[in-house]
């Protein structure tokens, strides 16, 4: 494949884990500024009533029984990392077409 696909697969999946991350930080409802019982409603809170991670991204309510629900949904976090896996892989891969380009130019070049 040539270096500009590559390219593209790195910045879109870039892109995308930026979106599916941005997503999740929505879905889990970090920017809520109403009370924990408002959106951790199934029993009653335990304490600390929440808790949250950046990566992975969790928003975990903590109930009285000791049980946790987490807010953000299932598919973000599998989805993040598959999705920055092909940015590395495209970045790598990216790298090395061109510098493969580079030597076989000045292979040729020293030769002839």
């Not at 270096?3 to 593209?8: H, I, K, L, V």
């Given at each position: 494949m040539r270096?500009?696909?590559?390219?593209?697969v790195a910045f879109l999946s870039t892109v995308g884990a930026l979106i599916v991350y941005a997503h999740g930080f929505?879905?889990?409802r970090f920017l809520e500024l109403a009370p924990n019982s408002?959106?951790?409603v199934s029993k009653l809170l335990?304490?600390?009533a929440t808790s949250w991670t950046w990566?992975?991204?969790?928003h975990l309510c903590h109930w009285r029984d000791g049980t946790t629900t987490d807010l953000v949904p299932g598919y973000v976090n599998p989805l993040v990392i598959l999705l920055i896996v092909?940015?590395?892989t495209g970045?790598?891969?990216c790298a090395l077409t061109l510098i493969g380009r580079s030597s076989r130019g000045?292979?040729?070049n020293s030769t002839g």
């Open positions: 270096a500009s696909r590559w390219f593209a929505w879905a889990g408002e959106y951790c335990g304490f600390p990566l992975p991204l969790r092909g940015a590395v970045t790598v891969m000045t292979d040729r």
